[in-house]
T-cell receptor, first 113, second 116 residues
Framework: SAVISQKPSRDICQRGTSLTIQCQVD?????MFWYRQQPGQSLTLIAT?????????ESGFVIDKFPISRPNLTFSTLTVSNMSPEDSSIYLC??????????FGPGTRLTVT | AQKITQTQPGMFVQEKEAVTLDCTYD???????LFWYKQPSSGEMIFLIY??????QNATEGRYSLNFQKARKSANLVISASQLGDSAMYFC?????????????FGSGTQLTVLP
């Protein structure tokens, strides 16, 4: 199974600022996924990030708000820009395994005040 | 479009007993995978079990088994011999293997509490 790490594990930020979340995988993967989990809710896919191309965003998510970088096959970043309290969520990085499985990082717990 | 329905927001089970968490899904894709994840209060998503739509047998992983009824579009998770550490949120998810939208779609989750 893939081992995924995320930084930071949690943060408290002021509204109007930006936070960049890092995701590191211990093996090369083609696709990386970024999810958001708002308090008490299920997971929602933000975007899919392929190495060497622009990320593909889901309906309701835009690049200006959630810019994503994918510089190589083991690393990605998600930036939450111009934050508001509504952005308080757990942000999770995910990768697809060699066959069917999909693994998640430990998550970044963000609180915006 | 895919839809996952988990109708039990919360469930209680006595320690050492078995519990079934319900999951129904809706998809027009002929080929798909079904997943169950556990999310403890720490927030991490732990992969538990997978069932492919063409698999003939129900999947099992230790104390976890998936009761797959394709005609009814249900994929219930059965946890045998519950332990206190099983207390967590459980999510059912699905991914189609055809078409352009191949991401995981999650249900709303079931909060399981194991009682001593």
């Amino acid at each position: 199974s893939a081992v995924i790490s995320q930084k930071p594990s949690r943060d408290i930020c002021q509204r109007g600022t930006s936070l960049t979340i890092q995701c590191q995988v211990d093996s090369q993967v083609t696709m990386m996924f970024w999810y958001r989990q708002q308090p008490g809710q299920s997971l929602t896919l933000i975007a899919t990030a392929n190495q060497g191309s622009e990320a593909t965003y889901e309906s309701g998510f835009v690049i200006d708000k959630f810019p994503i970088s994918r510089p190589n096959l083991t690393f990605s970043t998600l930036t939450v820009s111009n934050m508001s309290p509504e952005d308080s969520s757990i942000y999770l990085c995910s990768v697809q395994g060699a066959r069917y499985e999909q693994y998640f990082g430990p998550g970044t717990r963000l609180t915006v005040t | 479009a895919q839809k996952i329905t988990q109708t039990q927001p919360g469930m209680f089970v006595q320690e050492k007993e078995a519990v079934t968490l319900d999951c129904t899904y809706d998809t027009s894709d002929p080929s798909y995978g079904l997943f169950w994840y556990k999310q403890p209060s720490s927030g991490e998503m732990i992969f538990l079990i997978y069932q492919g739509s063409y698999d003939q047998q129900n999947a099992t992983e230790g104390r976890y088994s998936l009761n797959f009824q394709k005609a009814r579009k249900s994929a219930n998770l059965v946890i045998s011999a519950s332990q206190l550490g099983d207390s967590a949120m459980y999510f059912c998810a699905m991914r189609p293997y055809s078409g352009s939208a191949r991401q995981l779609t999650f249900g709303s989750g079931t909060q399981l509490t194991v009682l001593p």
